[in-house]
């Protein structure tokens, strides 16, 4: 079936550090994918999607791009902030009727000041 | 607006009572979901509903009984609780099964 690994954490970074997250995936069609972001005593919330190959998603100095070839939608930030200290989940969603997201096991980020 | 609300936010109870959690949401969608998070921040998909109808019903005890009265609620109801039900507990919705809206989480304690 569909899965989606990511890298384990935490990550520890100082503010103003690149931030890469890896994220894998298993499909047998071609899904949408997904980086929702988790803070603190809150629900998750979408931070960028891909809906097809080479796609790039962006938000708040986030970006993702969908490699088909490798199967990957790894997670990059140029200069991390104190605030981005948050879970990171990867997910995907099949795109051919099914009403599931399987999400990755999360990766948590402490940025320090 | 409140997109997508639940209540209670925190619940603690005594194992082997029953309780239940309620969620609403007002964007229109046509599905809902009930996640669990565990401690370590595994997210565990419980049940979906689309359009009133149960769609996924995933290897969850029994004691878990969804009910959805119109496609904007999404009730859970827990029999005999037990030390391990303790988690949050997140309502979701989404549009054709693509972007996930989430509430705000019910975290569960079992005393």
């Known amino acids: 079936g569909d899965s989606v690994t990511q890298m384990e954490g935490p990550v520890t970074l100082s503010e103003e550090a690149f931030l890469t997250i890896n994220c894998t995936y298993t499909?047998?069609?071609?899904?949408?994918l997904f980086w929702y972001v988790q803070y603190p005593g809150e629900g998750l919330q979408l931070l960028l999607k891909?809906?097809?190959?080479?796609d790039k998603g962006s938000n708040k100095g986030f970006e993702a791009t969908y490699r088909k070839e490798t199967t990957s939608f790894h997670l990059e930030k140029g200069s991390v902030q104190v605030s981005d200290s948050a879970v990171y989940f990867c997910?995907?969603?099949?795109?051919?009727?099914?009403?599931?997201?399987?999400f990755g096991a999360g990766t948590r980020l402490f940025v320090k000041a | 607006d409140t997109a997508v609300s639940q209540t209670p936010k925190y619940l603690v109870t005594q194992m082997g009572n029953d309780k239940s959690i309620k969620c609403e949401q007002n964007?229109?969608?046509?599905?809902m979901y009930w996640y669990k998070q565990d401690s370590k921040k595994f997210l565990k998909i419980m049940f979906s509903?689309?359009?009133?109808?149960?769609?996924i019903n995933e290897t969850v005890p029994n004691r878990f009984s969804p009910k959805s009265p119109d496609k904007a609620h999404l009730n859970l109801h827990i029999n005999s609780l037990e030390l391990g039900d303790s988690a949050v507990y997140f309502c979701?919705?989404?549009?054709?099964?693509?972007?996930?809206?989430f509430g705000p989480g019910t975290r569960l304690t079992v005393l």
């Open positions: 979701a919705s989404s549009p054709y099964g693509d972007t996930q809206y």
């Open positions: 499909a047998t069609g071609y899904p949408s």
């Open positions: 891909a809906t097809k190959a080479d």
């Open positions: 997910a995907l969603s099949d795109n051919t009727g099914g009403f599931k997201t399987i």
């Open positions: 964007l229109g969608h046509d599905t």
């Open positions: 509903y689309n359009n009133k109808e149960l769609i």
